[in-house]
């Protein structure tokens, strides 16, 4: 009803041939009044959502950083299982630790699609000008290369569970993912 009213207010005091009325309160047709405030730089409301972004980016980042170091743990337990079940398992221990090191495998795999996630998926933030190699880009480049390795080791893993490929080029490639991956975490704690 009060729409209906606003409506008939509306057309009564554009018409030519309306009488003179009273002016109606700017409240009555639901308008919102934004007065620059003093002092506040024009694109406030875009750094409002940059500050939303960064806010998001840090919690996703530390996520990330989380995930990446249990990743980094699980993957080490992995290869130590690995290397322990090829040369120091008794002949009938042998398939249970070898399921032991798969199912490990697997965590690591999943700990680390889940730190691929976090960090893929982070707004962008604050757009920063570095030049050169910093810290963060090192790491990125690192990141590509052990997820190629991480990709390579449990294809190969699987190659070698089935009895296609010798279990020690699965165990360089292991190994050489895992020296990728601490050497792209030392990159971002240390910052060299």
């Known amino acids: 009803m009060a729409a209906v009213s606003n409506v008939l207010l509306a057309l009564a005091l554009v018409s030519p041939l309306a009488l ?13 009044i934004v007065q620059a405030q003093p002092g506040l730089p024009p694109e406030a409301p875009t750094d409002l959502k940059l500050e939303e972004e960064a806010t998001v980016r840090h919690a996703q980042l530390q996520w990330h950083q989380g995930f990446g170091l249990a990743t980094l743990g699980s993957m080490a337990l992995t ?16 398939p249970t630790m070898r399921n032991l090191h798969m199912a490990l495998g697997g965590i690591t795999t999943g700990l680390y699609m889940g730190a691929a996630t976090l960090a893929l998926s982070a707004p962008k933030g604050y757009d920063v000008h570095d030049e050169g190699w910093d810290a963060v880009t090192i790491h990125r480049s690192l990141a590509w290369l052990h997820a190629a390795g991480l990709v390579s080791t449990v294809t190969l893993g699987i190659l070698t569970s089935i009895g296609r490929m010798d279990p020690k080029v699965h165990g ?6 895992l020296g990728l991956m601490a050497l792209s975490a030392g990159v971002i704690v240390f910052d060299f």
Do not use: D, K, R
Not at 20 to 32: G, S
């Open 20 to 32: 003179p009325a009273e002016a109606a309160p700017l409240e009555t047709f639901h308008l919102q």
């Open 79 to 94: 290869a130590g299982l690995g290397l322990y079940t090829s040369n120091f398992t008794s002949p009938s221990a042998y």
């Open 172 to 177: 360089i490639l292991g190994g050489s993912t």
